[in-house]
């Protein structure tokens, strides 16, 4: 079993950068894909980002393509999700994941979840 834990959320200005971090226990960190998915007040969890095992291969939602970048180190067991040029439809709490099987994109794919971190965008 893997435990998450997200940290790197907080209040921001529209415009501004946020980089969330997701420390994984347990050694297996680095034979998984990782997802970050965020949760809306009222909203659907939704897909953001992913990452394959080595780190080669990323995907992003539509909506946050081109400001949210996704990484990982394996060294340290962690992800990592640099957001820039953040907008008020960006606010979520935002949910790392280790990837099971199924869709890249689909909640229900992923095994392990963290907590959560909060992350508001003021206008």
């Known amino acids: 079993q893997v435990q998450l834990v997200e940290s790197g959320g907080g209040l921001v200005q529209a415009g501004g950068s946020l980089r969330l971090s997701c420390a994984a226990s347990?050694?297996?960190?680095?034979?998984?894909?990782m997802g970050w998915f965020r949760q809306a007040p009222g909203k659907e969890r939704e897909f953001v980002a992913t990452?394959?095992?080595?780190?080669?291969?990323?995907y992003y939602a539509d909506s946050v393509k081109g400001r949210f970048t996704i990484s990982r180190d394996n060294a340290k067991n962690t992800v990592y999700l640099q957001m820039n040029s953040l907008k008020p439809e960006d606010t979520a709490v935002y949910y790392c994941?280790?990837?099971?099987?199924?869709?890249?994109?689909?909640?229900?794919?992923?095994?392990?979840w963290g907590q959560g971190t909060q992350v508001t965008v003021s206008s």
């Open positions: 994941a280790v990837q099971g099987a199924g869709s890249l994109y689909s909640a229900i794919s992923y095994k392990y």
């Open positions: 990452i394959s095992v080595s780190g080669g291969r990323t």
């Open positions: 347990g050694r297996t960190f680095s034979s998984y894909a």
